[in-house]
């Protein structure tokens, strides 16, 4: 049992109240009565029922307690029905080299893309959504869920120092999000794969090739500016300390390279996509993701509470009518 506004439930404190006045005053009448001769009595309660009189006030306050408990929304019991929710399998594949700490895209490159997926995440109804991680090596981060808070959650922990291998192992990403999808049916699974765009193993392209055999769609984000950035290199207090250098000590410029990921797009039939400072891309990509036609991923059943004040506001009516109407005039018989 449950109540749907629960704090309504605190007046019942002004039922007691009140009540234990009511008893006072009772009390109170029968002191006064005791106190007075039998002539006085007789006059008085000469037309007063008192039986009837503690009826009328008992079926008062029990109306009053149902008409709060009734006001409370009382929820009792169970009512089951089927839920049906349509829609993709969505694997977001994001690159977590330390590329992606340059600072053309402002704040960085990787919390430009941590926000703007964050959006796209919050606007997702139905679908179903995992997270790999990728640099040097590809890791399943999520599982595949509808569960978008503890997606939204996962995706805040991302950073570029989760995976100790360097580099920017796309083939790797891809073979990992074709095994994260189920293999019930040969489509309705997309891949956006979010990347400044290097690929130092080449096998990319080759893998695009059997996704879409497999029935995966492949969209992409290019992260970046292609004039390129230095990369930081943090302090453990999270200041920049210095610019990350090559084995000579020069500086290494990170080049954000699209081509790359618009040939991944094209040859697994999705759409390229492209996080700049003022634009909000993921309003895009949740408009190519609606219009994708969508199947039931899951039918199932859940119980819910059924809502029941209806009888309790009666009683609470009954009550209270029946507290107006009772007499409480005295019969006599002889009469």
């Known amino acids: 049992m449950a109540f749907r506004y629960i704090w309504v439930l605190g007046f019942f404190v002004l039922i007691i109240i009140l009540w234990a006045f009511n008893r006072i005053g009772e009390r109170s009448s029968r002191g006064f009565?005791?106190?007075?001769?039998?002539?006085?009595?007789?006059?008085?309660?000469?037309?007063?029922?008192?039986?009837?009189?503690?009826?009328?006030?008992?079926?008062?306050?029990?109306?009053?307690?149902?008409?709060?408990?009734?006001?409370?929304?009382?929820?009792?019991g169970t009512r089951v029905r089927p839920v049906e929710r349509k829609g993709v399998d969505l694997v977001i594949a994001f690159d977590t080299s330390t590329s992606m700490d340059a600072e053309d895209v402002k704040p960085s490159r990787l919390a430009k893309a941590k926000f703007e997926i964050g959006q796209l995440i919050s606007k997702l109804k139905g679908d179903r959504v995992a997270i790999i991680i990728f640099a040097g090596t590809s890791h399943?981060?999520?599982?595949?869920?509808?569960?978008?808070?503890?997606?939204?959650?996962?995706?805040?922990?991302?950073?570029?120092?989760?995976?100790?291998?360097?580099?920017?192992a796309i083939s790797a990403a891809m073979e990992n999000a074709m095994m994260a999808f189920t293999h019930e049916d040969d489509k309705y699974k997309v891949m956006l794969l979010i990347s400044d765009g290097e690929d130092h193993e080449g096998q990319a392209l080759e893998l695009a090739n059997q996704a879409v055999k497999a029935g995966l769609e492949i969209y992409t984000v290019g992260v970046g500016l292609e004039t390129g950035s230095l990369i930081p290199v943090r302090s453990t207090d999270g200041s920049r300390s210095d610019y990350?250098?090559?084995?000579?000590?020069?500086?290494?410029?990170?080049?954000?390279?699209?081509?790359?990921?618009?040939?991944l797009a094209?040859?697994?039939?999705g759409e390229y996509f492209h996080f700049t400072n003022n634009k909000d891309t993921h309003i895009d990509i949740a408009k190519s993701i609606e219009s994708m036609e969508k199947r039931t991923i899951?039918?199932?059943?859940?119980?819910?509470?059924?809502?029941?004040?209806?009888?309790?506001?009666?009683?609470?009516?009954?009550?209270?009518?029946?507290s107006l109407i009772i007499p409480t005039r005295l019969i006599n018989k002889n009469q």
Not at 244 to 263: A, C, E, H, V, Y
Not at 266 to 269: D, S
């Open 33 to 76: 009565f005791s106190n007075t001769s039998d002539n006085v009595q007789a006059v008085i309660l000469a037309r007063l029922d008192l039986n009837k009189k503690q009826w009328q006030s008992r079926l008062f306050f029990l109306g009053l307690s149902f008409l709060i408990l009734a006001a409370s929304g009382p929820q009792i």
């Open 140 to 168: 399943l981060y999520l599982p595949l869920t509808t569960d978008y808070e503890a997606a939204l959650l996962f995706l805040n922990g991302i950073d570029t120092d989760m995976i100790p291998t360097q580099g920017t």
């Open 244 to 263: 990350k250098r090559d084995n000579k000590g020069k500086l290494i410029t990170s080049l954000m390279n699209p081509s790359i990921l618009k040939d």
């Open 266 to 269: 094209a040859a697994g039939n």
């Open 298 to 322: 899951s039918s199932h059943e859940y119980s819910e509470y059924e809502e029941r004040y209806q009888l309790v506001a009666f009683l609470a009516i009954f009550c209270l009518v029946g």
